[in-house]
């Protein structure tokens, strides 16, 4: 149905007419209002899509190297992974949001200020999903190999540079996201 209202808009904006001045404003305020909430309705697709697409979980490496060469091997791996499987579910996200604000946006270029507040709020909310799935993300446990490090402090920094890694990954990400909601 939305999308058979846009085709008629798309046929008769241009010549709605009423008895008068008053009637044809009337009357274009009407269609422009129903057109406007059918593109919004359109977005609601792209958002629920949008929504679908969950962030993949870290999956720890089985590596047969021990204390600092398998801990490096375990950051090596998470770094990887972040460049592979993480950014790929970016992206779609990205393209997701990006599809869905391009159809809020053009319910918003009839300027019907409910739509257009709606439009907006939902891009919006878009945006900080992205960042608080991101930010949200748990920090992985401290790869096995760390653990077989005898030094108490060495054990820590290894746990620490690897929670260290994953957190900077995370941030290099959303750093778009946050400066798109500013």
Request: aromatic share 8%; glycine share 4%; charged share 30%.
């Amino acid at each position: 149905e939305a999308r058979a209202a846009l085709q008629a808009w798309d046929r008769a904006h241009g010549t709605l007419r009423g008895d008068n001045a008053e009637d044809t404003e009337a009357r274009l305020a009407k269609a422009k209002n129903a057109v406007a909430q059918a593109r919004f309705y359109l977005a609601e697709l792209a958002y629920n899509e949008f929504l679908q697409l969950r962030a993949p979980e870290y999956t720890p490496p089985k590596t047969k190297a021990r204390g600092k060469k398998g801990a490096e091997e375990a950051t090596k791996h998470l770094t990887k992974w972040f460049q592979a499987d993480f950014k790929r579910w970016f992206d779609r996200k990205s393209a997701a949001l990006d599809k869905a604000q391009k159809l809020y946006v053009a319910a918003a270029d009839l300027h019907v200020p409910n739509w257009e507040i709606a439009g907006a709020a939902r891009v919006g909310d878009m945006n900080a999903r992205v960042v608080d799935a991101i930010r949200g993300a748990p920090v992985p446990p401290c790869p096995s190999a760390c653990s077989e490090i005898t030094e108490r402090e060495e054990k820590q920094a290894c746990c620490d540079d690897f929670s260290d890694t994953f957190r900077e990954e995370l941030e290099k990400l959303v750093q778009p996201q946050i400066n798109a909601t500013t």
